[in-house]
C-alpha cells in the first residue's frame, strides 16, 4: 500500500527560504532606517547563556526563556560582531537568491574576502551564525549553509528536488542499495508519497547496510536512516518532517553505550546549543536499542566503560531527560554492569539475527 | 557524447567473488587432503614484513618481495591463526555464497559465536583477514568484507548492478545532486556508458558538492568522486577501475597540507598495509592541488603548520615516492613557508570561483 502525502505533496522546508528572506529584508530596513534616522543601528536577539535555556518538559526539548540581549552600534565592543552580523545578513540573502549553498566553513573564508570584519578563527564565524539564527528564528540550513557532515537514506519514499537544476525531478529512495546522501538537495525535496509506515534512524553505517541488504525496509515497511554517528542537523530536520509531515513513527538505534544513548536523545530533545532552533526534534520518537539490558539479555560481546565512557555516563545520569522511565533504567544497568556493547555485537549468531530476530522482537515490544 | 563502454559492457569485479570462491576451495582441498594423508595441515602466504615490502618504481605501487611464511599445525604457536584462517575461509565462501556483505567488525564479532578461534581484539581479525588477502591474492572486498566508510559519488555514468535484489537494474549517477553512497552495490556494478571523459576526485565533502552546485561535472566532463579523507580501499578500487576499463584520466584534489598530498599519493600508489593488493592503485592519477605554491599564488587565507603537520611532512619527505617533481617541489614550498590551506579557503573569492578559475586553470596546466 502506497500511502499519499496528505494534501498531494507535503512541501518542503525550502519555503523556508523565502520566509527567512521576508524576516532578513525587515531586519535590514531596521537597520537602515536607524542609520538614515542618525541613530545608532542594534539588533536585538533572545539570550543564549546558560541561564536562559530552559528544558521545556511539555514540548520535551529545550528551548531559550524570556532574556534577551541587544547589539547596537554604539558600543564599541559590539561594533564588530554587529557588523559581522549585517556582513553575513548580506552573504545569506544571496545564498538564497541565487539558490547555493555553503557551508559553515566557506562563511569562514567568504570573510576573509570581505576586509575588515574578518573572523579570529571558525569559532567566532560559527558563534555569528547561531546569532543569526537566534534573531531571525530560523535554521541556518533555511540561510543555505551546510554542515560538512553527509548522512544517508534509504526506503519507499518518493520524494520531488526543488534545488535549482532539479526542480521537479522525482526520485524513489529505494533507487540506491547504498543509500543515497542526505545532503542540501535531498534537505530542501518535498515528500510526494510513501509505503513506509515507520522510520529507523541507524547510527552505524555496517547497520544500515545490513537493514538494506536483510530488507529491513520492505519487512517492517520501514524509511531507514544513517545518522553517521550523531545525526547533522539538516538530518535530524528531516527525520523531524518525516514524523510531523508523514505522520511516521520513528524508532532510534545506537551502540549501548553513553554516546549511543545521547545520539538517540538528541534527535528526540534537541541539544542545548540548538535550543534556539525549535523545529530539529522529534519528541515522539522511540529509544529502539541496544539497551544496556540487551547486553545480558542476548549474551552479546562486550567491552568495560572505559573512564571517559563512565564520566559521560555521570553527566547524562544528571541531565532530566534521563531521569525517568527506560533510560533510566539502563543507565543504572550501565553501572551495575560497566559494561558497552555496538550494534555489530549481534553478528555473533550470524548476520541475519539482528533483523530477523532482534528487530522483529523490539519493534513488537514497542508497539510498532 | 555518450560514450559506450569497450565491450558494450565493462564487467564488475563481481566476478572475482567468483574467481575467488576458486580459489578458496582449492586451498580448502588442500587443507582436507593434509589431513586425510595424515600429515599437518599448513598455508603458505607471501611476508608482509618491512624487509619484504617493496616500492616498484616501475609499477608506481608497493609489493610484496619473494619471502614467503608457512603456517602449519605442527607448530603450536601457528594452530590458533591457522583454525582462524580456515575459518574465516568458510565465512567469505558463506558471504559469497549467499551474496550477503559484512564488515571487519562483523567478522569480528561473528568469532565470538564460533567458539574457541574468537580473536582477542579487532587488530588480531583484522590481520586475519590480510593474511587470508595475501593467501588468496584476492582483496578482502572481493570476499564481501567492507570497511564502515562510505564515500560518494556524482556523475553522467550509467552502471548496471550485480548485488542480490537488484541484479540487471540500471543507475545514472547524476540521479541525486547530493551523491550516491559508495558501498558494496556501488562497488561491484558494471560500467555502461558514460559521455565524461575524466574523474576528479575530491577530498572534502563541502567541496563535492560546491563541484556538483557549479556543474563543475558537466562542464569539465568529469565523474566526481567525495573520498570523505583518506579514501576508503573499495572507492580506490573503484577509481582504479574507471581509470583502466573506462580509459578516464584521474585527477585528485586535496587540502595543501601533508595529509592533503598523503591522500593523493594512497589513490597514486598505495599504501604499505596494502603491499599484496595489487588492484587498488592509480599510478597515472595526477595530483591536481591544492598545492603549496597555489597558496601564495592564490593569496589564500591560511594557517601555521603545527608540529604534527610538521612531524608528518618530516616523514613523506623521506618517502621515495615524494622525491621527484611537483611533490618534490611542493614538499619543500611547505618547508620554507610552514603554512597550510583547505580547499574551502577559495571562498575568500566566492563560491564560484574555485570551479570558474582555479579549476579550470589546473586543468588547463595539467593538459587535460
Known sequence: MRR???KERILTEAVSGEKALGVMRELATDVVSDIEKESFPKITMPSRTTDNIIFDEKTGRYKLGEKVVTRSA?????????SQMTWLLTVAADLIETQKTSTLRDVFYMAEGAGDISFEDQGESDKIITDLESVLAFAREDLNIYPEERSAIF???DIEYTVKGYEGKKLNLTIHPDGVMIGPALATADFIQTSA????????????SRFVEEKAWKRFHAVLIHTAGQAPRSTRKLIRRLSTKLRLPVYLFADADPWGLHICQVIMSGSANAAHIADLVTPNAKWAGVYATDISKYDLPSTKLNDMDIRRLNEISKDVRYQKGRWKKEIEHFFQTKRKAEQEA????GLSFIVDKYLKTRLDELGA
Open 4 to 6: 499519499k502525502a496528505k
Open 74 to 82: 554604539s558600543n564599541i565592543r559590539h561594533l564588530k560582531p554587529l
Open 155 to 157: 526506503g519507499d519514499l
Open 197 to 208: 509506515d515507520k522510520v529507523i534512524a541507524i547510527e552505524k553505517g555496517a547497520m544500515f
Open 346 to 349: 549481534f553478528s555473533k549468531y
